[in-house]
């Protein structure tokens, strides 16, 4: 059995060897020339007297470097406007096959006079940073958001392709100017008919996201205040409301167990054989559970400048507040330990109503995030 999976072993690897000796020379017959270039560069470096891998190589870089000129000039003659960007690639993969056999002594043996196309590529960037350049321009001047955020990206690219191109830089925060919405975010507000409330902590929460908010977004939001000093031209104001606050009423519920406990020793016999002796132990054990519900809804509303409802929802939320405690009658030998953790506690009070109100807005802002950024996802 041995032997068997020992020779199944050597085939697989031969087979494996074969295959991967091979590879370069396949790739060579499908037309795949890059590829055998890399590949027979890769063998060349393990085994420098690999004469296959010596004809593959030299014969597959004569095929990419033809190959890829043959498509830079095709490229030329198309009516693409981004046409300049694939040219770079064509001359940056030439680049690429270059550089490899020259960091490979065997390879460069194989193909010494392999060309580099740094001035072509450098100018061909160029001419690429030109076109999103001009194309970034004529959305600018279309003089509507999503022809400025187009914009915004063309002149990042030309910035990419070609640093410091023209004023590149200056047209991004142009285009992001003009191609931002603006979200004025009013106070929340808290209505309730029995107490009186602070939205401090909500209204934290709702400022932090604000200020945190994804950097590259096309979305900004300002506080009122900050809206009035800005003096810009804004898109949509967000108020939130809190619908009337309910603690609701209190539930006290009472469970009682029997509960029991055998063999607990107590004593010894008293002959020599000294053998325990057992008992059970017995007991009523009664769980109080008081429970108190706070419940609201938060209105969230988008509203475009002259005051119309673009989306409204109300978001409900809920915050239970339990409390525990015991009593027991009997032997307390059959109380387990869980159960004298139940006894210690006391009836506590209730938080007060801004604790509980605090933490029943705490899944309702998790829901009024998700909610403003898949709104906004769109923009």
Known sequence: MKSVRFHALLIGLVTLVIASCSSGKKALQNGDYDKAVFTAINRLKNNPNKQKAVFTLAKGYDYALNRHLERINDIKLTNDIFKWERIVTEYQQINYLANAIR??????????DTEKYISEV???KYFAAE???NNGQKLLSQNNRLAAKQAYFDFEKA???YPDFKNAQSMIDSAYFAAVIRVVVEPVQVNS??????????QNKIYEFMK???????????????ALDSKLRFDHVITLSFDDFVVGQTYVKERIEDIKRDSIKTDETRDSLKRPIYTTAEGKLTTFEKSITSTGLLDFQIKDMNGVV???EKMPGTFVWLDTWGGFRGDERALAEQDKALLNRRESYP?????MFIEFTKPIYSQLISKVRNFYSRY
């Open 103 to 112: 960091n490979c002594p065997a390879c460069i043996d194989a193909v010494p």
């Open 122 to 124: 450098s100018d061909a």
């Open 131 to 133: 076109a999103r350049y």
């Open 159 to 161: 910035e990419q392709l």
């Open 193 to 202: 008919r029995f107490f009186k409330l602070s939205n401090e902590y909500f």
């Open 212 to 226: 945190n908010y994804e950097t590259r977004s096309f979305v900004q939001f300002f506080t009122p205040d900050q």
């Open 310 to 312: 673009i989306t409204q």
């Open 351 to 355: 938080p007060p109503p801004q604790d």
